[in-house]
Nanobody
């Protein structure tokens, strides 16, 4: 059974930094990354990284956030700096098993990130 356990959310002032971490268990993943969601809005991609080392970032976090994966530990981290109030959201770890025709998408429970102005 796949599990994704997140840590590292919290409350910081604008301009500050936070690091989110996610550890996967119960499987290997082609892609691991982070999405975020605010009340009444759809979940949106923040950043994702493939097992081959390619990373994709949402335009609104480029040059501020850095995603990194450790394949051996099955973890994905998101270093966030220069945080803005609009970054406030619940951040979800996401993992994908592309080789599975169904049931290959997994989510963590979410961690709250709050940025004060």
């Amino acid at each position: 059974q796949v599990q994704l356990v997140e840590s590292g959310g919290g409350f910081v002032q604008a301009g500050g930094s936070l690091k989110l971490s996610c550890k996967g268990s119960g499987g290997m993943f082609s892609d691991m990354g982070w999405y975020r969601q605010t009340p009444g809005q759809q979940r949106e991609l923040v950043a994702t990284a493939t097992s081959g080392g390619s990373a994709t970032y949402a335009e609104f976090v480029k040059n501020r956030f850095t995603i990194s994966r450790n394949l051996g530990k099955n973890t994905v981290d998101l270093e966030m700096r220069d945080l803005k109030p609009e970054d406030t959201a619940v951040y979800f770890c996401h993992a994908l098993q592309r080789w599975m025709s169904s049931g290959g998408e997994h989510w963590g429970q979410g961690t709250q990130v709050t940025i004060s102005s």
